[in-house]
């Protein structure tokens, strides 16, 4: 069998995907090279752009890998506690959190270059990528629903946003290196305490949605 | 008058940490060439090797500078509230938040230069610049001692950096293009929001501290 020129293209395309993708979970952005690239899903230099408009674009491609794995890793957090009860909500907004850190924790590198990855010359981001992660903040609007039922769905959006941020910026910090990295079991206890404070104040958290939205 | 070679290498040092901080200021990091610098700066490549041990080092005096900024930013945030309360240290919090905000909006190129400079091969910080960076916590401990009096040096300290990293996660996510960035009045209602509920959680906020140190 002979493979048509669609299916070459779309195997170099996985090819080039994959040896970007094996380039920065292990060394980050800044290693990636169009040459060595080339070399390894072998093909010319001038080839990678036939494929994709331009570096940004594969890039954009691993990172929305990198979404997928953390998407699939908050999304298997489930709760200890009955659910329906503000305490569950509480304990998923923890375990979310937790889990972030973990995530974070591991995969560092990837992590780090999803975050730092700027686009070149003000360049627009594709849909299907602003999408996948958008799709981040959704897990953490389950529990919202319970803990503030009232809450309608712009203001739950944007209160989703607001303590996903909060978390990433305690892991962020947390784990950099260049303010002395903390140890995973103090984050944890960061993690949890602030979550549990920010959702003990539920009165003012109604307010961040209801004008923010 | 004849300058002596200390005198000429100071004002080398210093016309090179100009350009690099003009650059980085400008178009960010990733602009950042050797080559460049050392035409603006007016001496050989090769000459910042012998003022500088790498660029990593240059990098982090212009960083130093922008730490400087932020810390006179945050130092000029005064209360309204009478000082000594409860309400006044939540509202000294509230807008120590709000100056962050309003820093990295004006600042913002140099301000996530600041955060994306990642060291090469592993290199130590200098004490000069980690001894800055944790100036910044400090400006959170002082109200941090109205409304926790009991808490201890260490737990406060741990608890201040907690705080920091929520606020910046905020900022830095609410400012991120990749991800849609949001208007200035949203963030800041999401700022005051956060800050007041995690405040009004003081029993678990006590708890980061007390483990976490």
Redesign the interface.
Known sequence: MIATQKDRHAALRERLIDAAERTIAAN?L?SLRARDLAREADCAVGTIYNVFEHLDELILWVGLRTLVMLDAALGAVRSASPSGSSEAAVDDLVRLALAYLEFAATHTIRWRAL?????SEARA?PAW??EQ?QMLFTHVERPLLTLLPALEGDARR?LA??L???????????L?????S?PLP??R??LA??V??????????R??GS???
Chains 1, 2 share one sequence.
Do not use: P, Y
């Open positions: 980050g800044a975050f730092d990855h700027r686009m981001l990528f602003v992660q944007t946003r607001t996903f941020s909060a978390v990433h910026g305690i892991v962020a910090l947390g950099e290196e260049k303010l002395e903390l103090a984050l206890n960061q305490g602030t549990r404070a920010i959702t003990a104040g539920r009165v003012e958290l307010s961040i004008a923010g939205g």
